[in-house]
């Protein structure tokens, strides 16, 4: 089982940042994946980012692209993702999630039903 746990979720006007972070105690290392998912009231969750880490390749949502980056800390058995130019369509929950599968599509990378792990989340909310 792996634990995860975000923080850095907030309140910010239009045009601002925000980084999340989410620790991952006791990192496993067979972890391959990681990635950040949103949800808002009434709709799927969708994802937003996510680092395939055998190689470091990140892969980033249309509606997030030149926004929002993805990063990873294995020494500190921490991910991030760094948001700047905030809209308000972007206040969702924000989640972490991981996966320790080989297998499977790159396609897959975004769609919640690839990974087996999942934090609590973290509100972000954006106002206009």
């Known amino acids: 089982q792996v634990r995860l746990v975000e923080s850095g979720g907030g309140s910010v006007q239009a045009g601002g940042s925000l980084r999340l972070s989410c620790a991952a105690p006791?990192?496993?290392?067979?972890?391959?994946?990681l990635g950040w998912f949103r949800q808002s009231p009434g709709k799927e969750r969708e994802g937003v980012a996510a680092?395939?880490?055998?190689?470091?390749?990140?892969y980033h949502a249309d509606s997030v692209k030149g926004r929002v980056t993805i990063s990873q800390d294995h020494a500190k058995n921490t991910l991030y993702l760094q948001m700047n130019n905030l809209k308000p369509e972007d206040t969702a929950i924000y989640y972490c999630?991981?996966?320790?599968?080989?297998?499977?599509?790159?396609?897959?990378?975004?769609?919640?039903?690839?990974?087996?792990?999942w934090g609590q989340g973290t509100q972000v909310t954006v106002s206009s």
């Open positions: 999630a991981a996966d320790s599968r080989v297998d499977g599509s790159i396609y897959e990378f975004l769609t919640p039903r690839r990974y087996s792990f």
């Open positions: 006791g990192y496993s290392y067979s972890i391959n994946l």
């Open positions: 680092i395939w880490l055998r190689n470091g390749t990140t």
